[in-house]
């Protein structure tokens, strides 16, 4: 079946550098994006969105990217920070957020002091 | 903001037996409801949907008789873990969904279940 997948299965990165998280998705008819941070022995906590009629949208240290050409999404977290180090899961689904969820792989990220 | 809870967090069973995990949407109503799996270092994988006052509609590949789903109002669903086994042995997190034109989607904190 179609799915969601990651490029990098762990991402280490230093205190106060930015941190790209990649996202490869394979069904042309989702037409919306969620970035989820998962803690150890927690839910998915939620990040940020961005629907497919956009190309970039920014929150709070965070930036989404998608080009739905190659099919691929991002997640960029400025001046990463001991508090970011968390697996990242990329999620799609058509029409709206409460609909069916499909995850990607995940994307452990490491924080190093 | 929306809060889903989850009971109990853990639970360590033996072989055999049944464990059923409550899933609560605490201060909104949920339309549907959502029962995912996932195995350590692994992502989350959905069992079912779960939408009230009806039959759950499970993903391929899930036995409906052993992992029974219940959503009997718009704050509560639970799932049912039959003769356990310890392949059971998983992370299972719930998520609710509350209605309205966005239909965002808030998952709880999940549970740990341990079959000995």
């Known amino acids: 079946g179609e799915s969601v997948g990651l490029h990098l299965p762990t991402l280490s990165v230093q205190e106060g550098d930015n941190s790209i998280i990649n996202c490869a998705y394979s069904n042309s008819a989702s037409d919306y994006f969620i970035w989820y941070k998962q803690e150890s022995g927690k839910g998915p906590q939620f990040i940020i969105d961005i629907r497919s009629n956009m190309d970039k949208r920014q929150g709070q240290r965070v930036t989404v990217l998608l080009n739905k050409t190659v099919k691929h999404l991002s997640l960029q977290i400025a001046a990463t920070q001991p508090g970011d180090s968390a697996v990242y899961f990329c999620?799609?689904?058509?029409?709206?957020?409460?609909?069916?969820?499909?995850f990607g792989g995940g994307t452990r990220v490491l924080v190093k002091p | 903001g929306a809060v889903v809870s989850q009971h109990p967090s853990w639970v360590i069973c033996k072989s055999g037996t049944s464990v059923k995990i409550e899933c609560r949407s605490l201060?909104?109503?949920?339309?549907?409801m959502f029962w995912y799996r996932q195995f350590p270092k692994q992502s989350l994988m959905l069992m079912a949907t779960s939408n009230e006052g009806s039959k759950a509609t499970y993903e391929q590949g899930v036995e409906k008789d052993k992992f029974l789903i219940n959503h009997a109002s718009l704050t509560l669903s639970t799932l049912t873990v039959t003769s356990a086994h310890p392949e059971d042995s998983s992370f299972y997190i719930c998520s609710a969904s509350l209605a309205g034109p966005v239909r965002e989607q808030y998952f709880g904190p999940g549970t740990r279940l341990t079959v000995t």
């Open positions: 201060d909104f109503q949920a339309t549907t």
């Open positions: 999620a799609e689904t058509k029409g709206a957020a409460g609909n069916k969820l499909t």
